[in-house]
């Protein structure tokens, strides 16, 4: 089943325990359920339209930090994930995982998603569709938090200015690449919340890049306008 | 969940090896086709032949055949071998050094071809230069940090290439131009044309001896940090998730779907398709484990064994019957391109339809509907699992061997209740999908019949929606069942579909009567009159039409008078006929003829009499019913009254003899004015009925679309009843006076001012006079008008006369006449018919001189 050429790469990384595949299963399975804490790596093909999107489910654990760097080679997308509730996951982000997109397409979209936002928002706890309660079954299922559970340890705007260092770090111009507002997310793996928002425009986004590898490939020319951006970006930069 | 996958088998046994010398060990192994070669300890090689054959409960077993064995004259223990099959020769690394021996007698070539200072070597198996004389391999040397490419040959060996890597490599893959090498802290692939290297991930080989194990094109697994086994591609990522082994793996294959590795105390089975581990078989002392040309085979230190796969069919059966469909399907997928298409096409639709009953057994219908769609299943196996829905004449018989475990649903779901009625439901919906596709070919029969039933047994309204569009229900086998659930309506229309309308419409005429019961339509009698009226059958039609007139004439009358348009080609009812057969019933018949009359506008003379004279009766009957007028009788009347004014074709004299003794005057007057006789008509209006309006009506009616001066008569005829100075009253001169003045323009002024009694003023004939003058202004004007335009269109023509004539002739003193040659003197001229000018005494003598014709010399001779 899984044999088709993927034409895009997209890479999910965070600490472990941040509900990476939680959310990918909820995109994929349309459910939450009990993971196990994921060993090295896992993949899924994903349709989108005309194209294979393959997802990339990483490890969290130190252990496998290794791999990261060759899971994000030629990535075209890169979901960093923390837990709302957790501010040491957003820190580990930078400190840890960031390091690894270096692998990355130079033109790699960034999108940083904080989960788990049932625990803390009453919207994205009540973001359960009735199907999926009745599926369910149980009572607890049902209930809605009176209030938030959980104290929010990472707002949104410490997300943005993630978000900005990130294009910093990675040398981008700010006007060349999406905004902060569209690429960072709050989201539930338990009740769908934002889930499809987020998997679907960071498809929507790489698809011009696939476009632009195909045409690349069939014309065979070296495109010089990129190169020169690249590399009026880094001198802005480096002023 | 485990699978069985592979058995393990014994090859090559200790005994044939080293028999009970205990020291001796296995330390590499090398198979190549029936060939097994194996180094030991002790520096010997030796060769074995291996068959396959079958243990008498078909398990697969081998026998071992020892060749030979040769000491290769060394005390060090043989570290590696590799076949060479094209140059018939064996490489063998021994004491760090490679040497090349025959693979028949294994003594080393006369060449005493050599390479020294070799720690480990690998085998291109993907070479790019492609000389099918030698083979290419790649060294790990003994110098530091150093990695060789040689060419080897039949009997020599040549250096291609020599590198550094950054740190010391203690493993080595090759594919290509590309080395994939395990350096002491990462792996890494090592570009040895280019040079270029790319990282893949870090690794401490210090800690854990790394494997480098290529796969296929471009392609490595490597042992990973955290007991992974990694998949890398030349290009440095990853495209297949990683497996799961346990810390200490001592060596891993592929053995396509799955990859199978090999610790101190087991081998382990995951498969590349979902990374789980699906078998582990137990296996002390594990020395080795590598895969030659899709073979595993295994080693402890004094023993070989061969991983033999079972047929990948069987495998997906094991899962199929512990119920996992995702795995068997994901299995199946995968061995996509290891099977013919055509063989594998047929095992995988037969396991999709597997698991679609799994599916559906576990009532997931969504899922196993899909199955069943991707694996073409016969869909009367689903049918034949709801007992007596395939009609009796069904030839089907289920698959063999089953697809399913399942006697029937009863079985299925236990007799429960609710599960019967889901699965119920959703066989109506996935049949009510395919039956038009053709998913459905070939056993329509089937799947209508098995639709109707459960429509029927669900009082589902889609039954009738089955029935009165195309279909193909068993009518022997649905009869019985419609009749069982009541539907007794539905079983009309299966009638009817199959041209048997008769029963349809005596069935249906039973529900009616209530003498059964089926509620389907409230209006079922009107439908049944609708029926009659759209069919064709004439035998039904007469022998129902009773039936139905007699419960609702006006109603029933409507399968005569509603037929459809188009009956014309299959042959129409005879109206006399028609006619003949509602004579009993009054109500229809008049319903009937007006259909002819006003409808079908026939102009038959019998048919317009015979309405006339059965409203006429209509009226004399309400008449003499009651003395004061009922709204029936006055409708009827103007029914009548309007018939006698608008038909032309009744017999007039006939209605005339029925009327003419009653006290029907208008109509009676409606029929003398139909027979010219306005005289007695307008007496009648006048004198009898005193209704001077309706006279004046009477009159213009009479005249309409007649011309003007018969209209003038008629009128002139009842100004003179009027005025008739025998029976002189008051409101005959007012009735006079006011026609006058009403109808002005109608009248010849100068006969009525004749008439006109000298004692009338002038103001009362006022608008008479002035609509008399303007009549008459108004006449002469127009004729006037008309005689202007009769001249301007005369003048027209002339002009037009002139223009077809030609141009204007001149005239002068230079141009002679024709005839006689001499000049023109005078302007008078005659213009001869040949268009030339002559002179009028030239002409008139020519005309005295020969009255016959005469040729006239040509003009253009003069010019
Ligand atoms: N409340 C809540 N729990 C979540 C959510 N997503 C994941 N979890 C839980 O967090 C734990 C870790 O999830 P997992 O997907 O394995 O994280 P990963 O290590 O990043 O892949 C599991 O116990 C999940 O049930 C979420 O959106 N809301
Ligand atoms: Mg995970």
């Known amino acids: ?239 | 969940m485990s699978v069985k996958a592979f058995e393990l088998v014994l090859a090559v046994e200790r005994e044939l090896l080293m028999g009970d010398k205990p020291r001796i060990n296995i330390e590499c192994i090398e198979c190549c086709g029936k060939n097994i070669y194996i180094g030991t300890n002790d520096c010997f090689l030796h060769h074995f032949l291996l068959e396959e054959k079958s243990s008498s409960k078909g398990n697969p077993a081998f026998a071992a055949q020892k060749q030979l064995q040769r000491h290769l004259g060394l005390k060090k223990p043989v570290n590696e071998l590799k076949a060479a099959s094209a140059l018939n020769r064996l490489i063998v690394l021994c004491d760090n050094t490679i040497m090349v021996v025959n693979m028949l007698n294994l003594e080393p070539v006369p060449s005493g071809a050599k390479i020294k200072g070799v720690v480990t070597f690998t085998v291109n198996e993907n070479p790019v230069n492609g000389d099918p004389f030698c083979v290419e391999i790649g060294v790990i040397s003994v110098k530091k940090r150093t990695i060789q490419i040689y060419m080897v040959y039949e009997d020599r060996v040549q250096i291609v290439k020599e590198l550094s890597t950054p740190e010391q490599p203690s493993a080595i893959g090759l594919d290509g131009y590309f080395l994939c090498l395990a350096l002491t802290t990462q792996y890494i692939i090592l570009n040895y044309n280019t040079g270029a290297s790319q990282d893949l991930f870090p690794y401490d080989s210090e800690e854990r001896k790394p494997i480098v194990k290529r796969i296929g094109r471009e392609e490595f697994l490597l042992a990973a940090p955290g007991g992974l086994g990694m998949f890398a591609t030349a290009a440095g990522i990853s495209q297949r998730a990683p497996v799961r082994w346990s810390e200490n793996v001592i060596g891993a294959a592929v053995c396509f779907p799955y990859v199978v590795a090999l610790d101190e105390g087991f081998i382990t089975v995951h498969s590349m398709l979902d990374q789980q581990l699906k078998q582990t078989l137990s296996f002390r002392d594990g020395h080795i484990l590598q895969d030659f040309e899709g073979k595993v085979v295994l080693t402890t230190t004094k023993a070989v064994y061969v991983l033999v796969p079972l047929p990948l069919e069987r495998q997906i059966q094991d899962l199929l019957a512990s119920h996992r469909v995702e795995e068997a399907l994901v299995l199946a997928e995968g061995a996509r391109r290891n099977i013919p298409k055509d063989k594998f096409q047929v095992m995988y639709r037969r396991i999709l339809q597997q698991a679609g009953f799994i599916q559906f057994g576990r009532l997931q219908f969504s899922e196993a509907k899909e199955h069943f769609r991707k694996g073409h299943l016969d869909v009367r196996e689903l049918i034949s699992l709801y007992p007596l829905l395939l009609p009796t004449t069904s030839t089907f018989t289920r698959s063999h061997p089953p697809l399913h475990e399942f006697a029937d649903l009863n079985h299925l779901t236990q007799g429960d209740q609710k599960k019967i009625l889901k699965c119920k439901r959703f066989l109506i919906s996935y049949l009510s999908e395919i039956r038009s596709t053709e998913v459905a070919n070939g056993y329509r029969d089937d799947v209508d019949t098995a639709l109707l039933k459960l429509y029927a047994e669900a009082n589902h309204e889609s039954l009738l929606d089955l029935l009165v569009s195309e279909n193909a229900c068993v009518l022997m086998d649905s009869v019985p069942w419609l009749e069982k659930h009541k539907k007794f309506f539905a079983l009309g229309l299966l009638y009817h579909y199959n041209g048997q309308d008769d029963a349809a419409v005596q069935l249906w005429m039973q529900i009616v009567n209530g003498e059964l019961h089926d509620d389907t339509r409230a209006d079922l009698y009107e439908y049944i009159v609708d029926f009659l009226t759209f069919s064709s059958k004439q035998d039904l039609i007469w022998k129902y039409a009773d039936w139905a007139l007699q419960k609702n004439e006006k109603v029933g009358v409507q399968i005569f008078t509603k037929r459809p348009e188009d009956e014309e080609k299959k042959g129409k009812l005879n109206p006399d006929n028609v006619i003949k057969y509602l004579h009993k019933y009054s109500q229809a018949i008049i319903l009937y003829l007006e259909h002819l009359v006003f409808e079908k506008n026939i102009q038959k003379e019998k048919f317009h009499s015979h309405l006339a004279a059965l409203y006429l009766d209509r009226v004399l009957q309400l008449h003499s019913q009651s003395e004061t007028p009922s709204e029936e009788l006055s409708s009827s009347r103007t029914k009548l009254q309007n018939l006698l004014q608008k038909s032309n074709l009744y017999r007039v004299q006939l209605l005339l003899g029925k009327i003419k003794d009653t006290d029907l005057k208008f109509e009676c007057a409606i029929l003398y004015g139909k027979l010219e006789e306005y005289d007695k008509a307008l007496h009648i209006l006048v004198h009898q009925l005193k209704d001077f309006q309706a006279a004046e009506r009477y009159c213009l009616w009479a005249s309409e679309d007649k011309d003007p001066s018969y209209r003038q008569r008629l009128f002139h005829m009842l100004l003179a009843l009027y005025m008739d100075p025998s029976i002189s009253n008051d409101a005959l001169v007012m009735a006079a006076v006011d026609l006058l003045n009403r109808h002005a323009e109608v009248f010849d002024a100068v006969r009525v001012l004749r008439l006109v009694p000298e004692s009338w003023s002038v103001q009362l004939l006022c608008p008479f006079l002035s609509g008399a003058i303007r009549e008459s202004m108004h006449s002469k004007r127009m004729s006037q008008v008309a005689l202007g335009l009769a001249r301007s269109e005369n003048i027209i023509h002339k002009h037009e006369k002139m223009k077809s004539k030609g141009g204007p002739i001149f005239l002068s003193e230079k141009k002679g006449c024709q005839l006689c040659h001499n000049t023109f003197s005078e302007p008078e001229f005659v213009f001869h018919p040949s268009g030339i000018p002559i002179h009028t005494h030239c002409a008139a003598k020519r005309n005295r001189e020969s009255p016959s014709r005469r040729q006239y010399p040509n003009v253009n001779n003069h010019t």
């Open chain 1, 1 to 239: 089943a899984k044999m088709k050429k993927p034409d895009v790469k997209l890479v999910i990384l965070g600490d472990m325990n941040v509900g990476k595949t939680s959310l990918l299963h909820r995109y994929i399975e349309r459910k939450f359920k009990d993971t196990i804490s994921t060993v090295g790596g896992a993949f899924f093909l994903k349709q989108w339209g005309p194209y294979n999107i393959s997802i990339w489910d990483t490890a969290g654990r130190e252990q496998f930090h290794g791999l990261g760097s060759m899971y994000c080679r030629g990535a075209a997308a890169v979901i960093l994930t923390y837990d709302v509730t957790n501010w040491q996951s957003l820190v580990e982000l930078e400190q840890r995982f960031l390091s690894l997109t270096d692998t990355a397409n130079s033109d790699c979209i960034f999108a940083i998603v904080g989960n788990k936002a049932d625990l803390t928002n009453l919207k994205a706890a009540a973001a359960e569709t009735g199907e999926e309660r009745e599926s369910n079954g149980n009572l607890a299922g049902a209930q809605f938090p009176a209030s938030p559970k959980m104290h929010k340890q990472v707002q949104p705007e410490d997300a943005v200015a993630l978000y900005h260092r990130i294009l910093r770090y990675k040398m981008l111009e700010e006007k060349c690449s999406p905004p902060a507002e569209a690429m960072c997310f709050e989201t539930s793996a338990k009740t769908g919340y934002n889930v499809d928002l987020l998997f679907e425009r960071v498809f929507d986004m790489v698809v011009p890049g696939i476009l632009k590898k195909k045409t690349e490939a069939m014309s065979n020319t070296v495109d010089l306008e990129d190169c020169s951006d690249m590399q009026r970006t880094k001198l802005g930069c480096c002023g």
